[in-house]
């Protein structure tokens, strides 16, 4: 994984209604996994990556968006 949409993240968690304490408690890690995320220290691992999908109710393209969006940039420049 390359690096994430860190805007569309964050702009995503705040639709959601969490603040990142709220969002870690949710989804069982600390508010510091979720800092580090947003700040790009970290990328998540797989059951992040799950339990970020379950919780704040992302559609295919939308996680797809914000976790692999050089991927989805190509795809779509591949389809046009």
């Given amino acids: 994984m390359n690096e994430i949409d860190r ?3 964050r ?4 639709i959601c209604g969490y603040t990142n304490q709220q969002l870690a408690n949710e989804i069982g890690v ?5 800092s580090n995320i947003l700040l790009g220290h970290t990328k ?4 992040v990556l799950r339990a970020l999908f379950g919780a704040l109710e992302l ?7 914000i976790f692999f969006p050089h991927e989805y940039q190509l795809n779509i420049d591949k389809d046009s």
């Fill in 30 to 34: 600390s508010p510091s996994t979720i």
């Fill in 11 to 14: 702009q995503k968690i705040y």
């Fill in 44 to 47: 998540p691992k797989f059951e």
């Fill in 59 to 65: 559609s295919f393209d939308e996680f797809v968006q």
């Fill in 7 to 9: 805007k569309r993240l």
